[in-house]
């Protein structure tokens, strides 16, 4: 048997396939990824049907399936990432040896029925397309691996597609077996965003209640705060059919306090209404008023709906006032948008001429050789993404302009507004989604549980999972059926459920109004109120004893459990509910725990302490010393983000990296702490110059210790990597630190590619060139992590050792401080209220 042959033509800018690879009779490979086709030739299947068994398209320019493919009888991986095409035949199950089909990153918004008869199938990709629906009988492929996300799915919901194929056959099972999905009531979730005294709770009482209330400065919206806002049939029209459209609209607190918990309520399946005062705007005021906004929006939910809305239209002069304002607005949100879409075509634009580069093979070694396929690949994964954000540009709609005041002018308007908006199918696809039956008897249960909790003088906030798994099966769902429900309750709002989180998948809050409540509890802007002498509930503590309460919180962020436990005591009922609460508040990055045992019964106890980073914090300890020491090498990974940075970024992050540190020092831009035998630096730096911001994490030691030296990095560095994928729309990149640029202090020290980071080290490999470094090369252990190393990402466990001080850590700086309680935390020693 002849030879099977490979041919290798990526990255040529190739428009078409060279005649010559047709003499080629036992070609068993072709790669043609990152060219510039548009059709294979009608002979490709003729030629190669026979002994054709894996075949790359990735990133060419095709834009419809190319049908040649179908002759390929013995393909086995077919590649098609990256191009436009925007259906697949009807026949494609003929390829029935096709074993990998990726498909992401096109325009496909449906499959063929057909699909689900390739029997050999077990991986399909096909993120990043429009599919809103899957083929009745998808779930019986034998898939190992899928990817369905970022595509606008109703049947089966996303929620369900994203648990995987078997999640997909239960729920289509189930389908079949009932015969009939029922229609959710029509309902979508309103977040109404922006600053202080933007007049955001007066516009939601107007909507919700057709009432002007006026709220005053002292009561404005703390934290959050939700109401229903139902629209009979009388009110919808003939356009809308439908008894009543349900809106849960979120009022979020304007406060800098609260603005690290909104971003966990925006999403692109939910209609964003940013209010902004027209009487106080000014073309200086934008990125407070409406800037930051939409970013913070876009950051989290790509592709989201912005309805911009004037108020306060009663505090101008006259119509003419209004208009001349209303205009300046517009004009100043046209130029912002406009800018940012220029930005990210030029940045794409860019790194398209890189790939267009030839590859540079003179005087190639094993170093280059990694090196520049690290770059390449670091390249062309941001230039995907930036081109999908280029499709998922925000809808930003500035149309009305009202005011709440006894007249509410321009409010009957609003609500056309928003009516229109919410049946626009393509603007919200999910709020007509169907389900089934079981799902809906499921949230009746969790209905008649919330209403018990209104009768019950003891309300519940949560359901223990035993309890939920029980109500489960009166309406037969258990199971991966009962977690497909769940998850998808939890996505549209109606519940929350966060299965991925050991504390919290034991229990189901079932009510997302008294969460909120709670959040406003731990959350609040105004220390002095929460620990006023009045409340009744801080009786045990002395005046002087609940002002060093009140100093420990508002300069240091810190506050005993017990303390907790009086803030929440209208919330909760039990010691489960406690830890429960403090668990989801930890998950969302507000607060840690400072210890990392398990609670004991006695929650109360004077050592256990929660911290909640704020900006205003301030500690006093010797920072880390920017010059490395002689005879020291440090590792640094940072994270480049580009553009606008995600409020509240750092800070989640200092807290979820808290369970690797066994004690720390704390400031509002940079944490120190220690793993038990490394120093560990994380530092938030921006830059004026090119307006990116960076998150650097560091550690120090000698050549030889590299394993233990990533391993301190690399659990950070994964923290991240985890808190990044909740920022879709977020340019960012990975990079490794050149640690002979650090040493010698270099000011813009050469950065690796972060997919360094992916491709472990051949043990040949002795060192890599930088192209800063004196003489081009630096130590290969410091740039490419080990094949093997020891990352502990779940944390440190059992109890820590008390220390009163320390004198040395690593041999390589000095640090002392006052230390307390079980994680001897290093900032200025809070006394802790007694009796």
């Known amino acids: 048997m002849a030879d099977q042959i490979s041919v290798d033509l990526a990255g040529r800018g190739l428009s078409e396939i060279p005649d010559d690879i047709f003499s080629q009779t036992t070609v068993e490979m072709i790669n043609l990824r990152h060219n510039k086709i548009k059709t294979l030739p009608t002979n490709f299947g003729l030629c190669f049907g026979a002994t054709l068994k894996r075949l790359w398209l990735w990133g060419n320019r095709f834009t419809e399936f190319p049908e040649v493919v179908l002759q390929l009888s013995n393909l086995e991986i077919l590649d098609l990432r990256e191009n436009c095409i925007c259906r697949l035949p009807a026949n494609i199950s003929v390829l029935q040896k096709l074993q990998k089909l990726w498909l992401c990153e096109n325009n496909l918004d449906s499959l063929p029925d057909s699909i689900c008869e390739m029997e050999n199938l077990t991986e399909f990709m096909a993120h990043r397309n429009n599919i809103s629906t899957l083929p009745f009988g998808f779930g019986r492929l034998k898939l190992k691996h899928l990817n369905l996300d970022?595509?606008?799915?109703?049947?089966?919901?996303?929620?369900?597609?994203?648990?995987?194929?078997?999640?997909?056959?239960?729920?289509?099972?189930?389908?079949?077996?009932?015969?009939?999905?029922?229609?959710?009531?029509?309902?979508?979730?309103?977040?109404?965003?922006?600053?202080?005294?933007?007049?955001?709770?007066?516009?939601?009482?107007?909507?919700?209640?057709?009432?002007?209330?006026?709220?005053?400065?002292?009561?404005?919206?703390?934290?959050?705060?939700?109401?229903?806002?139902?629209?009979?049939?009388?009110?919808?029209?003939?356009?809308?059919?439908?008894?009543e459209f349900v809106f849960e609209v979120y009022d979020v607190g304007g406060h800098d306090a609260y603005q690290n918990v909104l971003p966990f309520f925006v999403s692109a399946h939910a209609l964003q209404v940013l209010a902004v005062d027209l009487s106080e705007y000014r073309t200086e005021e934008f990125e407070g008023m409406v800037g930051y906004w939409v970013r913070t929006v876009t950051a989290r939910a790509p592709g989201a709906t912005v309805c911009v809305v004037g108020t306060k239209t009663d505090r101008l002069e006259s119509q003419e006032q209004v208009d001349m304002v209303y205009n300046k607005l517009k004009h100043d949100m046209d130029h912002m948008l406009a800018a940012e879409r220029s930005q990210l075509r030029r940045e794409i634009e860019r790194l398209e001429k890189v790939l267009e580069e030839p590859f540079d093979s003179e005087n190639s070694g094993a170093d280059l050789d990694v090196l520049s396929d690290a770059k390449r690949s670091s390249v062309r994964e941001r230039l995907a993404h930036l081109r999908r954000m280029e499709e998922l540009q925000p809808k930003i709609v500035l149309q009305n302009t009202v005011s709440s005041s006894d007249e509410l002018e321009g409010i009957a308007q609003l609500k056309e507004t928003i009516l229109s908006f919410s049946t626009d199918q393509k603007l919200f696809p999910n709020v007509r989604s169907s389900i089934p039956k079981s799902w809906t008897l499921l949230l009746d249960l969790f209905e008649s549980a919330r209403a018990n909790n209104r009768n019950n003088a003891e309300a519940r906030l949560c359901l223990p999972f035993d309890q939920v798994r029980e109500m489960g099966k009166t309406v037969s769902l258990s199971g991966e059926n009962l977690t497909s429900a769940l998850v998808y309750l939890h996505e549209t709002g109606r519940v929350l459920y966060f299965k991925d989180s050991p504390s919290?998948?034991?229990?189901?809050?079932?009510?997302?109004?008294?969460?909120?409540?709670?959040?406003?509890?731990?959350?609040?802007?105004?220390?002095?109120?929460?620990?006023?002498?009045?409340?009744?509930?801080?009786?045990?503590?002395?005046?002087?004893r609940l002002q060093t309460a009140r100093e420990n919180l508002d300069k240091h962020g810190l506050v005993r459990t017990k303390e907790l436990k009086?803030?929440?005591?209208?919330?909760?009922?039990?010691?489960?509910?406690?830890?429960?609460?403090?668990?989801?508040?930890?998950?969302?990055?507000?607060?840690?725990?400072?210890?990392?045992?398990?609670?004991?019964?006695?929650?109360?106890?004077?050592?256990?302490?929660?911290?909640?980073?704020?900006?205003?914090?301030?500690?006093?300890?010797?920072?880390?010393?920017?010059?490395?020491?002689?005879?020291?090498?440090?590792?640094?990974?940072?994270?480049?983000?580009?553009?606008?940075?995600?409020?509240?970024?750092?800070?989640?992050?200092?807290?979820?990296?808290?369970?690797?540190?066994?004690?720390?020092?704390?400031?509002?831009?940079?944490?120190?702490?220690?793993?038990?035998?490394?120093?560990?630096?994380?530092?938030?730096?921006?830059?004026?110059?090119?307006?990116?911001?960076?998150?650097?994490?560091?550690?120090?030691?000698?050549?030889?210790?590299?394993?233990?030296?990533?391993?301190?990095?690399l659990q950070v560095h994964h923290e991240l990597e985890l808190l990044m994928t909740e920022y879709p729309a977020v340019v960012s990149e990975f990079y490794v630190t050149c640690h002979h640029c650090l040493r010698a202090g270099v000011e813009e020290p050469h950065r690796f590619p972060g997919t360094v980071m992916k491709r472990p080290h051949a043990i040949d490999i002795g060192t890599v060139r930088c192209p800063i470094a004196d003489h081009g090369q630096v130590n290969t252990a410091l740039v490419l992590p080990p094949q093997e190393c020891d990352v502990h990402v779940s944390g440190l466990d059992g109890p820590r050792q008390v220390i009163k001080n320390v004198t040395t850590i690593n041999n390589t700086q000095v640090y002392e401080g006052c230390q307390f309680g079980n994680n001897n935390e290093l900032i200025m020693n809070p006394r802790a209220p007694e009796k």
């Open 566 to 713: 009086v803030m929440l005591r209208e919330h909760v009922r039990t010691e489960a509910e406690v830890h429960a609460v403090l668990s989801l508040v930890e998950k969302f990055g507000l607060c840690h725990r400072l210890g990392t045992e398990e609670m004991s019964d006695t929650i109360d106890r004077p050592t256990e302490w929660y911290r909640f980073p704020r900006p205003s914090t301030t500690v006093d300890y010797n920072t880390w010393c920017e010059e490395v020491p002689e005879g020291v090498e440090e590792l640094q990974i940072g994270c480049r983000v580009l553009g606008s940075f995600p409020t509240g970024l750092f800070q989640r992050l200092c807290s979820n990296a808290h369970k690797f540190l066994q004690y720390r020092w704390d400031r509002a831009d940079q944490v120190l702490g220690s793993n038990g035998t490394r120093l560990v630096h994380l530092q938030h730096r921006g830059d004026k110059q090119t307006s990116h911001d960076h998150i650097t994490m560091a550690t120090r030691g000698q050549a030889e210790d590299a394993p233990d030296l990533w391993a301190a990095v």
């Open 150 to 243: 970022n595509n606008p799915l109703v049947q089966p919901p996303l929620e369900t597609c994203q648990e995987g194929i078997s999640a997909i056959a239960a729920y289509q099972r189930e389908l079949e077996e009932a015969r009939m999905t029922v229609s959710v009531p029509p309902c979508l979730k309103i977040v109404v965003l922006g600053r202080l005294m933007a007049g955001k709770t007066s516009l939601v009482a107007a909507l919700t209640r057709a009432v002007s209330r006026l709220a005053k400065e002292e009561a404005r919206t703390h934290c959050m705060e939700v109401k229903r806002w139902v629209v009979e049939q009388s009110e919808l029209g003939k356009k809308i059919d439908a008894q």
């Open 504 to 544: 919290l998948q034991k229990y189901v809050f079932h009510s997302p109004t008294a969460l909120i409540r709670v959040l406003r509890a731990v959350q609040h802007h105004d220390v002095a109120q929460l620990f006023d002498p009045a409340h009744s509930g801080f009786d045990y503590l002395s005046n002087s």
